[in-house]
T-cell receptor, first 113, second 113 residues
């Protein structure tokens, strides 16, 4: 089964700083990759997803992620974070031929105003 | 925008009691899922459901858990005899077709006392 690891447990940034959250997965076949965000007290929301094609994926709110197949990575980036980006970010992977999606442990992002 | 609806938002139950968590997936979705998130931990896959039967389940989804789609709209998770460690946020999700990102509900916070 697939698994996901997120390198950072808690990241603290000042507003306007650049963000990169690491995500690595392990799976022997083709994968679909996702980043979800969970704002305090709210449910999971899809930020962006990768299925095929251009490995640089753009999502909502200025986020993007790059799929690097050789590194089994799908890192999330944002050039300039805002206070409102304070949330928990989850990387998730699903093997192409199955239906269950596995989540990383999450990275808590705190943006200081 | 279509939503996945979960009720109740918060349920408190005594240990050993049965609980039913309810979900109304998006109407034209065909795949349904339950995930849980214990406070401070990662989102864990429980079960996926397609064509009126379980398609995948995790090791967490043991005999105390069951899922049902009793009519054309609801998707329920039953926990037969709750334990303290079942306290968590339970998320329902749906998708169609299974290749696309899931839509998650707002979650039901289950507290077992």
């Amino acid at each position: 089964a697939q698994s996901v690891s997120q390198h950072n447990h808690h990241v603290i940034l000042s507003e306007a700083a650049s963000l990169e959250l690491g995500c690595n997965y392990s799976y022997g076949g083709t994968v679909n990759l996702f980043w979800y965000v969970q704002y305090p007290g709210q449910h999971l929301q899809l930020l962006l997803k990768y299925f095929s094609g251009d490995p640089l994926v753009k999502g909502i709110k200025g986020f993007e992620a790059e799929f690097i197949k050789s590194k089994f990575s799908f890192n999330l980036r944002k050039p300039s974070v805002q206070w409102s980006d304070t949330a928990e970010y989850f990387c998730a992977v699903r093997g192409y031929n199955n239906n269950d999606m596995r989540f990383g442990a999450g990275t808590r992002l705190t943006v200081k105003p | 925008e279509p939503e996945v609806t979960q009720t109740p938002s918060h349920q408190v139950t005594q240990m050993g009691q049965e609980v039913i968590l309810r979900c109304v997936p998006i109407s034209n979705h065909l795949y349904f899922y339950w995930y849980r998130q214990i406070l401070g931990q990662k989102v864990e896959f429980l079960v996926s459901f397609y064509n009126n039967e379980i398609s995948e389940k995790s090791e967490i989804f043991d005999d105390q858990f069951s899922v049902e789609r009793p009519d054309g709209s609801n998707f329920t998770l039953k926990i037969r005899s709750t334990k303290l460690e079942d306290s968590a946020m339970y998320f329902c999700a749906s998708s169609s077709p299974s290749l696309y990102g899931y839509t998650f509900g707002s979650g039901t916070r289950l507290t077992v006392v």
